[in-house]
C-alpha cells in the first residue's frame, strides 16, 4: 500500500487494526506498506506538526447496484452554448464507487437541453465523444449537457442494464 502525502508521518489501519506508522525522510514522495488483501476498510491518518490529523478512508466495493449523477453546476444559461457537465458513478448498494465497474451508460435529456458529449477518461478507448451512451471506467464517465436558447427545465437520466438508474435536475435560465 503506498500513501502519497505532504504530512510527517501516516498511520495505516485495515479494518481497524493498525498496520503502523511510517515517517517520511528527506524527498520521499510517499511511505509503502506491505499489506496482504482483505476486504473492509483502508484509513490512512496522516499527522502534520501537531496539526489536526488528516484521514482518508478507501472502502472495498460489492457488485455494481446504482448510478449516481453529480453536475458541476445546476443552473446554465439559455444561450444555446452553455454547458453543464454530469459526472456518473456507479455505486455497490452500500454508495461505494466500484473501480472495475465497465457499465455501458445511456443518457436521455429531456426538456431544453441536449446531449453534446460523453467520455469515461480512458485514453485507449475508441468510443465516439459526440453519442449518447459511454461505458464506465473505474466506475466513472461524463455526459456534457448543453442548453438550447430557451429558459426552462432539463432532466437528465442515466440507465443501465442490471443497475438502478438516476436523474438529475437542471435549469437553464435567460441570460440578462
Not at 432539463?154 to 438502478?164: E, K, P
Request: proline share 2%.
Amino acid at each position: 500500500m503506498w500513501a502519497y502525502t505532504n504530512c510527517d508521518s501516516v498511520e495505516l489501519f485495515l479494518n481497524g487494526s493498525s498496520c503502523g506508522t511510517k515517517a517520511k525522510a528527506g524527498d520521499d514522495l510517499h511511505l509503502a506498506w506491505n499489506v496482504p488483501f482483505a476486504a473492509g476498510t483502508l484509513k490512512a491518518v496522516g499527522h502534520r506538526a501537531g496539526k489536526e490529523p488528516l484521514v482518508r478512508e478507501v472502502k472495498t466495493a460489492g457488485a455494481p447496484a446504482k448510478i449516481l449523477l453529480e453536475a458541476d453546476r445546476t443552473a446554465i444559461v439559455a444561450d444555446g452554448r452553455d454547458l453543464a457537465f454530469i459526472t456518473v458513478k456507479v455505486l455497490d448498494e452500500a454508495g461505494t464507487v466500484v473501480p472495475r465497474a465497465d457499465n455501458l451508460v445511456t443518457f436521455e435529456v429531456a426538456g431544453e437541453g441536449r446531449v453534446v458529449g460523453v467520455d469515461n477518461g480512458l485514453q485507449t478507448s475508441h468510443e465516439a465523444f459526440i453519442a449518447s451512451s459511454r461505458k464506465a471506467f473505474n466506475g466513472l464517465c461524463l455526459a456534457v449537457i448543453q442548453s438550447s436558447e430557451t429558459a426552462g427545465h432539463i432532466t437528465v437520466r442515466a440507465r443501465s442494464a442490471g443497475l438502478q438508474e438516476a436523474s438529475i435536475e437542471l435549469v437553464s435560465r435567460s441570460a440578462e
